[in-house]
């Protein structure tokens, strides 16, 4: 139902079209991979930030923003993501479609400067220029250390830092401090030239758009050089089968204390039975309906979120629930006996049917969004796996409680993490 | 029935509205490739409905309720004597949820399959209460701790200080949940009160939109509606105290567990009732004057940004309310008070020199693209459209207001807006050491 035209360019990089009528925009977006290591992420997050600053054509930020505004104000977005252990550097341009600005052509004038952003970065003496790195740099450390600012967030991810200290998967999206230091403007442009050249690069467009047009239209725009062969990242690590429950706990002056749970799934992505761990989680804490949330909040009250969520490439399931500090013992306790009690089998015919269709519903809007359809995309490349979204949906229609149970029994408790809210501060 | 049809030929959209007798206004967009269908139902009812007098029932006592109460009621109302709504829509796959303002509530769900049942039971829920004290009692914890969240959430606290700074009495600066205090005194009967009060049909609305049909949604609706009986409605004075123009206190500053601080300036707008397109005017050109002065685009933004004085996360903003309206902006900074005189710098300098024509233009056009955009979300569309119905102004309105508006009006909102005496300013700051 959602036909995705791909290709291969000779200059390596793969090309995805989603004609796709019903939206007002055009969407175009690149995905450039790097793996996701302890010495390259600071380097590789901070490039988006200095590429964003200046291009050739238009050298300073403000250059940049004037030309977007031109173009119906554009909508440019540079992000890092972290998907398993690949660290992604997403350039992306959305213009409205040109029905609505007559006599524009504002998807070829969009890809202009997205291509001049990517591919033609703005130089002094042959490198970046250097007070856009300086500044960057800056900027992208205050980022790093802001991680703090959003405790809901802070909490989840200093669980995976310390359950994952010694795999890939622990590095920060955005890296750390310390590694940013060191960073040089001919370094950087250096590391720039063979990530553009050399690492995994799929562009995608989706929007009403006509591929006849359009393949040709990218062919001609992104000419630049890159090698013919194909560079090959690290797989990502999955199986681990921890032996005893780490804890952790931090102190804070917060009003309310966060309690983290990360667990090993050793399920795989690309896993057959990838589905069936969807839907264990669903069961758990995916949904409203679920014994997270019915057990933690509506029966005992203790907290006004109680979560469980895949991180899906890696093989890792988090949960997380805000709570009274005092209260830790009893919600923990909650937690891991709704845990316990599906791998036991206990799970009830409504529980199933009630998962069963909220899964269905979320992958069927899947294509209601052009990000999303993006994000199911770029899962199917990182994680290999080539299954449509109306496939997938069925699957959910045949996953039986022991199914579950199976996805359940492989997942086991590795770290605990608490966020306190220190004694002499906190609520008032 | 009678249809009044708005078709909007920029957009390609066309909007059905129905009138219901009693209530709620009924409106339909139909959006057809979308698999999601998605519906929500709204009544004018927010935060700052906290003190009220209703006609009849032998004079028109004043009532006063607790801080919270409308959002209490939200979470509430999704019970019902066999359990609560959201294990209902549940067994649809349908998501539901439900969010409280400053002046309305909204419930919504979105599904796929099982529309009409999922739909069946929006109106269910939301015209039918059922609150004991049991489990009044019982929500007290869980909204305890939805509050101790937003207690620990920078951005909120920064927003809601300054809200607290801006106004002195208006209830807009109050949180919208309460407090931990004010929530401890809800009880049942204050629930049903408020309920019956502000949940008539006569106050509220409903806007679906995803591939659906008009018709079948209108004979759902009215059948749904005519089962029931209601008495006539009954006018709601809404009592709101006099706020003056003066700002209550110039700067707040609270200590939070932060990397850095976090500046928010406000401005308080002066009207005191507004609405219509004279609503939407005024918040469409302050928002085309904040992004003509604080624009990434614009000077002043590249300067105070490579000096690291803001960040990517800078923002601005303005909210038109019938009762109140205000100029927000701010983000994180390494030196709020560097970054306030910065700012002064840039409006006394923007007042001088004048606005430009080539930036309004520009400018101008982002917007119109921006607005565009937003329709590729159901979500966006349904939301927007009730929120700008419910202070008497036509969502598809905004291009065409937003042509009408000139450089003079923007120079003089500059003028009569930005200045000194009604700003004020909150800032997040880490705790020392």
């Known amino acids: 139902m959602l036909a995705l035209e791909s290709r291969t360019l000779p200059t390596n990089i793969n090309l995805h079209l989603v004609p796709i009528e019903k ?87 969009g890809l202009t ?48 830092q310390k359950m994952c200290a010694g795999e890939r998967f622990g590095v920060y999206k955005y890296g750390n401090v310390e590694d940013l230091e060191d960073i040089t403007p001919g370094g950087l442009y250096e590391y720039y030239q063979s990530l553009i050249s050399e690492n995994p690069l799929d562009i995608f ?36 089968k921890p032996k005893k429950p780490r804890y952790w706990e931090e102190s804070l002056p917060v009003s309310q204390g966060k309690l983290t749970l990360g667990y090993r799934t050793n399920t795989a992505y690309r896993d057959e039975d990838y589905a069936d761990l969807l839907f264990y989680n669903g069961i758990l804490g995916g949904f409203p309906h679920s014994k997270l949330f019915q057990n933690v909040r509506e029966k005992a009250s203790l907290a006004y979120y109680a979560f469980s969520r895949l991180e899906k490439h890696k093989g890792i399931q988090l949960i997380g629930s805000g709570i009274e500090s005092k209260n830790y013992e009893q919600a923990r306790e909650i937690i891991e006996e709704q845990v316990e009690n599906i791998k036991a089998g206990l799970i009830t015919d ?58 359940a029994q492989k997942v086991a408790l590795d770290s605990v993490y608490f966020l306190r809210s220190a004694d002499n501060e906190g609520s008032e | 029935m009678d249809w ?76 019902d004597e066999e359990g609560n709504a959201f294990d209902k829509f549940a067994r649809y796959g349908a998501s539901s949820n439900a969010f409280t303002g400053f002046t309305s509530t ?33 929500e007290q914890g869980i909204i305890g701790q939805e509050i101790r969240m937003y207690e620990d959430s920078p951005q909120w606290r920064v927003f809601f200080n300054l809200l607290g700074a801006l106004y002195q009495d208006h209830p807009v600066r109050k949180d919208i949940a309460g407090t931990v205090e004010s929530i401890s005194e809800i009880t049942a009967e204050i629930l049903y009160k408020c309920y019956h009060t502000f949940y008539h049909p006569d106050n509220m ?56 601080p976090i500046f928010n300036m406000g401005f308080k707008d002066t009207y005191a009732f507004l609405d219509g397109k004279a609503l939407l005017f005024r918040e469409l050109a302050t928002e085309l004057l904040l992004e003509m002065i604080f624009g990434r685009s614009e000077e002043m933004y590249t300067q105070l940004y490579e000096d ?117 300013v909150s800032i997040v700051t880490p705790f020392p050491g």
């Open chain 1, 113 to 160: 400067v997205l291509k001049s952003v990517l591919t033609e970065p703005f130089t002094e003496e042959g490198v970046f220029k250097k007070e856009y790195v300086m500044q960057e740099k800056e900027q992208l450390s205050k980022e790093i250390l802001g991680l703090v600012n959003d405790k809901v967030n802070y909490a989840l991810e200093r669980c995976i």
């Open chain 1, 23 to 109: 939206f007002k925009t055009v969407l175009i977006t690149a995905f450039l991979q790097q793996s996701l290591e302890k010495e390259t992420a600071a380097k590789t997050a901070l490039l988006p930030a200095v590429l964003e600053r200046g291009t050739r054509k238009y050298p300073t930020y403000r250059d940049i923003r004037i030309r977007l505004e031109e173009l119906y104000g554009a909508e440019l977005g540079l992000d890092v993501l972290k998907l398993g252990e690949r660290q992604i550097l997403a350039f992306s341009l959305e213009v409205i479609h040109d029905k609505f600005a007559p006599g524009e052509d504002l998807m070829r004038q």
């Open chain 2, 106 to 138: 909204t419930y919504l769900f979105s599904c796929t399959d099982y529309f009409q049942e999922s739909f069946e039971l929006l109106l269910d829920f939301v015209q039918s209460p059922f609150f004991t004290q049991e489990s009044v009692d019982k």
């Open chain 2, 4 to 79: 009044d049809i708005k078709t909007d030929t920029t957009l390609g959209e066309k909007v059905y509205h129905a009138a219901l007798d009693p209530g709620p206004a009924l409106y339909v967009l139909p959006r057809g490739g979308y698999n999601k269908k998605y519906a929500i139902f709204s009544t004018r009812f927010g935060s700052i409905d906290n003190n009220f007098r209703i006609e009849g029932d032998g004079g028109a006592e004043e009532i006063k309720v607790p801080d919270g109460v409308a959002h209490f009621l939200e979470h509430k109302l999704f019970d």
């Open chain 2, 205 to 260: 609305a409903i806007f679906v939109t995803g591939d659906v049909a008009p018709e079948q949604i209108f004979e759902q609706v009215s059948k749904n509606i005519a089962g029931r009986t209601y008495s006539p409605a009954k006018t709601i004075e809404r009592i709101y105290p006099r706020e003056g123009q003066a700002v209550k206190q110039r700067e707040i500053v609270q200590e939070l567990s932060v990397s850095q």
């Open chain 2, 308 to 424: 690291g004085l803001l960040d990517e996360h800078f923002s601005t903003g303005y909210t038109a309310e019938t009762t109140y309206g205000y100029t927000l902006l701010g983000g994180r900074t390494k030196d709020p008070g560097r970054l306030m005189e910065r700012i002064w710098e840039g409006i006394e300098r923007t007042k001088k020199e004048g606005l430009r024509h080539e930036s309004f233009i520009r400018h101008k056009k982002t917007m119109r693209g921006d607005f565009l955009r937003s329709f590729n979300s159901l979500e966006f569309i349904a939301n927007n459209y009730l929120a700008y119905r419910f202070r008497d102004i036509d969502f598809f309105d905004v291009l065409g207001v937003l042509e009408e508006i000139t450089l003079n009006d923007l120079e003089k909102i500059l003028h009569d807006h930005l200045k000194e005496e009604f700003h004020a």
């Open chain 1, 350 to 407: 409504e529980e199933m049917e009630n998962t069963k269709r909220a899964l269905i519903n979320q992958y069927k809007i899947i294509g209601d969004s052009p990000s999303s359809l993006l994000g199911f995309f770029l899962d199917g490349i990182v994680g290999n796996r080539d299954e449509e979204v109306d496939c997938l949906i069925e699957r959910f229609g045949k996953i039986k409680k022991n199914n579950v149970v199976g996805a």
């Open chain 1, 205 to 240: 467009i989706v929007g009403e758009i006509d591929p006849q047009k359009t393949f040709p239209l990218i062919e001609e725009t992104f000419t630049f050089l890159r090698q013919g062969m194909k560079k090959s990242l690290p797989q990502v690590e999955v199986q681990n």
